[in-house]
């Protein structure tokens, strides 16, 4: 059974980058035909899409997000990293690792930005 651990700073001053690590087990981050994707809740939102990551390793990004975006993956330690520049109080938020599909889900790390 796959399972998924976000790990991230809780707390963020504005203008700073965040980097969030999603940590997989019992399965592959390269897994071919699967993808991983952020998603983020902010508080009394819904869902929005960040980024995914594709079993090649190419990445794809919401356009809203897209300038001040990275996702990466580390396939030796099967991990999956996000990186938010320049953030401001409108990134916090509850932040998820999903495999595509949404069939498998972290427990969500939640990232306050605040001076």
């Known amino acids: 059974q796959v399972h998924v651990l976000e790990s991230g700073p809780g707390l963020v001053k504005p203008s700073q980058t965040l980097s969030l690590t999603c940590t997989v087990s019992?399965?592959?981050?390269?897994?071919?035909?699967?993808?991983w994707m952020w998603v983020r809740q902010p508080p009394g939102k819904g869902l929005q899409f960040i980024a995914y990551i594709n079993s090649y390793g190419v990445p794809g990004y919401s356009p809203s997000l897209e300038s001040h975006t990275s996702i990466s993956r580390d396939t030796s330690k099967n991990q999956i990293t996000l990186q938010l520049t320049s953030v401001t109080p409108e990134d916090t938020a509850v932040y998820y690792c999903?495999?595509?599909?949404?069939?498998?889900w972290g427990q969500g790390t939640q990232v306050t930005v605040s001076s």
């Open positions: 019992g399965g592959s981050v390269a897994t071919r035909g699967f993808y």
């Open positions: 999903v495999r595509g599909g949404y069939d498998v």
